[in-house]
């Protein structure tokens, strides 16, 4: 069964089977994270087989190859906009993460990386975010048993990193 833990990089230049991208519904090039996967992957390379997809609802994933990255693959996963927390944020931010783990799962990812997605320039809060982010990745784990992923989060800040620790501490005593 696959693992979860966290460290500090850059998530573009991640050794994992799959590199997750904090991506947009269009599936457009923008900025923080995806705009450095993009630009480690091939801005022009990336773009046009994100266009062919063309779009990925919220709460969805979709999945191109990794071009000049160490990963194999980009899953684009689409987290909320943060609104307040009334109109189903922590479900679509639930599902885009577990969608993204099935995803590198029928791939045969050994392992994917993550940001935490949506906590950005989607303004979802941070302790929120993580624990739904580590709540969703350990069920869809769980669910695939042997077959699933290992997850790593990747976090550039020293805070993220002691936040989404404790997090996950707590989730595994609970």
């Known amino acids: 069964m696959g693992t979860i ?3 500090k990089g850059d998530i573009a230049s991640m050794e994992t089977d799959a590199v997750v991208n904090a991506a947009n519904e269009g ?5 923080g994270v995806c705009g450095a996967i993009f630009e480690a992957a091939g801005r022009a390379e ?5 266009d062919a997809i063309g779009h990925c609802d919220t709460g969805d994933a979709v999945i191109t190859p990794g071009f000049a990255l ?3 693959y980009v899953i684009h996963a689409v987290g909320p906009v943060w609104r307040g ?11 885009c993460y577990a969608r993204a783990i099935e ?5 045969g990812c050994a392992s994917v990386a993550f940001p935490l997605v949506s906590s950005g320039i989607f303004g979802y809060p941070k302790e929120a975010a993580w624990r739904v982010a580590v709540g969703a990745c350990r069920a869809k784990l769980d669910e695939l048993g042997e077959s699933g992923p290992d997850v790593v989060f990747c976090v ?3 805070s993220s990193l002691e936040l989404g620790e404790r997090v996950l501490v707590e989730a595994r005593q609970s």
């Open 156 to 158: 550039l800040s020293d």
């Open 27 to 31: 599936l457009r090039a923008g900025g």
């Open 5 to 7: 833990s966290i460290v």
């Open 103 to 107: 995803l590198a799962a029928e791939k």
């Open 85 to 95: 927390g009334g109109e189903g944020e922590e479900e679509q931010l639930a599902s």
């Open 46 to 50: 990336l773009q046009a087989a994100c």
């Open 70 to 72: 160490a990963a194999r």
